[in-house]
C-alpha cells in the first residue's frame, strides 16, 4: 500500500506536466512591449556612447584583430535590426541601407545618425508583430525557435 500512496500523486503529476508544458511552450518568453522597451534602452545607451567618445576613440581599437570603436557600434545597432528584420520577416531582404560605412565608420555625426536609423528599424519591425505572432515558430539561422526567442538576440 505504501507505494500505491506514492505512485497515485506521481501520476496525477506527470498526467498534468504535459498540459502545462504545452502551455508554457505557448507564452513568449518576452512580449513584444518589453522587446521594444529594451531596444529603445540600447538606442539610448549606443548614442550616449558615441556623445561620449573622443573624436580620437572611434578608430580606437584596443588590440590587434578586434573591432575599433566605430565598427563595434556598427554592430551592435547593425545586428539588431538585421535579427529583428530576419525574426520577424523570415529573410535579409528589404533590410535597408542605414548609411555608408566609408563615411559613418570615420565621422560622429554620420555614425550616430546610422545607429540611430538602424535601432528604429529595429524598433519598426518589432511594432509590427503581435504577441501571438512572437509565440510562433521560425528557422533563424538553422535553429528552430518561436520569434520571441529569435528576438531575445537583440543585443542589450
Request: proline residues 5%.
Amino acid at each position: 500500500m505504501p507505494a500505491l500512496r506514492l505512485t497515485a500523486p506521481l501520476l496525477a503529476t506527470l498526467t498534468v506536466l504535459p498540459v502545462r508544458s504545452a502551455r508554457a511552450q505557448q507564452t513568449p518568453l518576452i512580449s513584444q512591449a518589453a522587446l521594444i522597451t529594451v531596444v529603445e534602452n540600447h538606442k539610448g545607451a549606443v548614442l550616449r556612447y558615441i556623445d561620449a567618445a573622443p573624436d580620437s576613440m572611434r578608430g580606437f581599437r584596443p588590440t590587434k584583430g578586434v573591432r575599433n570603436f566605430a565598427e563595434q557600434i556598427e554592430h551592435a545597432a547593425g545586428s539588431d535590426a538585421e535579427i529583428a528584420h530576419l525574426a520577424i520577416v523570415g529573410s535579409a531582404k528589404g533590410i535597408p541601407s542605414f548609411g555608408d560605412s566609408a563615411v559613418y565608420l570615420h565621422k560622429k555625426a554620420a555614425l550616430k545618425k546610422y545607429a540611430a536609423a538602424a535601432m528604429d528599424h529595429t524598433i519598426q519591425m518589432l511594432r509590427g508583430v503581435s504577441d501571438a505572432a512572437m509565440g510562433e515558430t521560425i528557422v533563424q539561422f538553422g535553429n528552430r525557435v518561436t520569434r520571441a526567442r529569435a528576438s531575445m538576440e537583440l543585443q542589450p
